[in-house]
């Protein structure tokens, strides 16, 4: 089983930063895929960002190219979420997920969820 914990979220004022961070624990990989998903209460959750873990190929969704960087730090197990210049529609919930193939990741079925951070964007 592998396991995900997050932190680094809280409250912002629009246009600042924050970090998020997802430590994994528990068993490996040799090939494996990490994102991050968030979601707005009544609304499903939705893709944010995802790299390959040995590959560090990344994926964003449009309305955060630009503002958002994800990336993993291999010797500590864990993968981060830069996230600049946000905005009060980036609220959320935000969930870290991994998957041994990052196609099922990026779909919305991963086989691991983290237990969610919340950030909060005010205007």
């Known amino acids: 089983q592998v396991q995900l914990v997050e932190s680094g979220g809280g409250l912002v004022q629009a246009g600042g930063s924050l970090r998020l961070s997802c430590a994994r624990s528990?068993?490996?990989?040799?090939?494996?895929?990490m994102g991050w998903f968030r979601q707005v209460p009544g609304k499903e959750r939705e893709f944010v960002a995802s790299?390959?873990?040995?590959?560090?190929?990344?994926a964003y969704t449009d309305s955060v190219k630009g503002r958002f960087t994800i990336s993993r730090e291999i010797a500590k197990n864990t993968v981060y979420l830069q996230m600049n210049s946000l905005k009060p529609e980036d609220t959320a919930v935000y969930y870290c997920?991994?998957?041994?193939?990052?196609?099922?990741?990026?779909?919305?079925?991963?086989?691991?969820w983290g237990q969610g951070t919340q950030v909060t964007v005010s205007s």
């Open positions: 997920a991994a998957d041994s193939a990052e196609s099922r990741l990026r779909a919305g079925s991963p086989g691991t």
């Open positions: 790299i390959h873990w040995l590959g560090g190929n990344t």
């Open positions: 528990g068993r490996t990989f040799s090939y494996f895929a």
